[in-house]
């Protein structure tokens, strides 16, 4: 993904639509990425940079996407 693509969500039979705003990486032990937030947005989070001596990932890619529909 990369800023500005489209990010669709369906629930219930209403599809929402959202565009990609923020792209990062966090520490595995941060939980800022998981707060709430005022906006209406989703998160995506997935484990990064896998080190296998340690068989740890050792970062997060954070996808954040604000709501457009």
Same mark, same amino acid.
């Given at each position: 993904l ?26 595995p ?28 990932? %050792?970062?997060r890619?954070?996808?954040?996407? %604000?709501?457009?529909?």
């Open positions: 990369k800023i500005g693509d489209r990010v669709y969500l369906r629930n219930n039979g209403t599809q929402y639509e959202y565009a990609v705003t923020r792209i990062g990486s966090v520490s032990d941060d939980l800022t990425p998981l707060y709430p937030t005022e906006l209406d947005q989703i998160t995506l989070i997935t484990c990064d940079d896998y080190d296998f001596w340690s068989n740890a990932y %050792e970062s890619t954070i996808v954040v996407a %604000e709501r457009i529909s």
